[in-house]
């Protein structure tokens, strides 16, 4: 084949090299570009605002009790029910009192044995018929005589379990038949007339609050802000979850429920933020993102957001201050498309 090459035609070799080469593009060729979109800017600026951290907790009856019997005894009548509103002094459990009844009842015959006796020692006394000593003796039996009345009768007062301050029942623990004995809780009652919010507090923010302080309290089910007074901050920490029990006592509201979820806004101090128009952020997916002009061109960036409000959206990165971000027609821009500011 060597040996034929130098004789083939000029015309032949320039056409078997051109074959040989892949053909190439014409210049210039390529995606067509971007048309200019028309859009409004607004440079990026700092603004003051409190940096804030939420602690969760509940709503809680300022004023609350487990009631308990002083004594055992079977209960025989259990005249509320969930939900009853109930008086100061009002009965709500009353234990079988046969066994108190008859301990009172031999208590009192005691009693009046030993005074009659204590009276005939007195005048035997004056005749100089027993010495002093029997008759401190009989006087002596006389006030345990008296002793064991008053203790049958607290006894017996005891099998009455009543309000002590006026509220509503809001758990029931036993019913009738069931046995009553110290320790053993029978009704919950509370207050609904004031509750507040108990929140655990993180001990790097406890030092922030002080007995006094008015702080925002948010209910999911009320769905309003409420203003809570700082009450009662623990003075010591949990040592297992690092965090301080904190009191703060809510306004008044028909609509609160004792075991409501609610959310404290505790605040940390004054800092630099970058806020932006709500329709200047995109969301394409998961993603959120602005376009920075540069140069008139879009310039797309990922950011992380923080607080929003109706008037804007914090950015917490993403943008530095004094970058300009398109606030209207950002929606439909792609990176690096021409921009004709308006």
Same mark, same amino acid.
């Given at each position: 084949?060597?040996?034929?090459? &130098? ?7 320039? #056409? ?11 210049? +210039?060729?390529?995606? $067509? ?14 603004? /003051?605002?409190?940096?804030? =951290?939420?602690?969760?907790?509940? %709503?809680? #009856? @300022?004023? @609350? #009790?487990?009631? =308990?019997?002083?004594? !055992? +005894? ?47 020692? /007195? ?9 002093? !000593? =029997? ?9 345990? #005589? ?6 049958? =009768? ?12 006026? +509220? ?41 609050? /002080? ?42 509201? $028909? ?10 806004? %505790? &605040?940390? +101090? ?12 995109? @969301? ?59």
């Amino acid at each position: 084949m060597k040996a034929l090459l &130098p004789h083939l035609p000029l015309t032949l070799l320039l #056409a078997f090299a051109t074959g040989c080469h892949r053909s190439q593009p014409p210049a +210039g060729s390529g995606p $067509p570009p971007l048309p200019s979109a028309d859009v409004q800017v607004q440079t990026v600026g700092t603004e /003051k605002s409190v940096a804030t =951290e939420e602690v969760v907790g509940t %709503v809680r #009856a @300022r004023l @609350r #009790a487990t009631l =308990e019997a002083k004594v !055992s +005894g079977r209960i025989e009548n259990l005249p509320v029910t969930l939900g009853q509103a109930v008086k100061a002094g009002d009965l709500l459990v009353q234990l079988d009192v046969r066994e108190g009844r008859a301990r009172l009842d031999q208590a009192v015959a005691l009693r009046q044995q030993a005074v009659r006796e204590l009276e005939r020692f /007195k005048a035997l006394l004056q005749q100089e018929a027993v010495t002093q !000593s =029997e008759f401190d003796a009989v006087e002596a039996r006389s006030r345990v #005589a008296d002793a064991a009345v008053v203790e049958a =009768e607290t006894i017996l007062d005891h099998s009455r379990v009543v309000a002590p301050f006026a +509220g509503i029942i809001t758990r029931k623990l036993a019913d009738v038949g069931d046995l009553a004995s110290p320790g053993r809780p029978l009704l919950e009652i509370e207050d609904p007339a004031a509750f507040r919010l108990e929140a655990d507090v993180p001990e790097a923010t406890i030092g922030r609050l /002080k007995i006094g302080d008015r702080l925002q309290v948010q209910i999911p089910a009320l769905a309003r802000e409420l203003e809570g007074a700082v009450a009662e901050i623990a003075p010591a920490a949990d040592p297992v979850s690092r965090t301080s029990r904190v009191k703060l006592d809510l306004p008044r509201s $028909p609509d609160l429920r004792s075991g409501q979820f609610g959310r404290l806004t %505790v &605040p940390l +101090g004054e800092i630099q933020t970058l806020w932006v128009p709500t329709n200047a952020l995109v @969301r394409r997916g998961q993603m959120e993102l602005v376009f920075v002009a540069t140069n008139n061109l879009a310039q797309m960036r990922l950011v992380k957001t923080g607080k929003r409000t109706p008037q804007g959206i914090e950015l917490l990165s993403g943008v530095v201050p004094g970058e300009t971000v398109v606030v209207d027609g950002a929606a439909n821009l792609r990176d690096g498309q021409p921009l004709q500011v308006r």
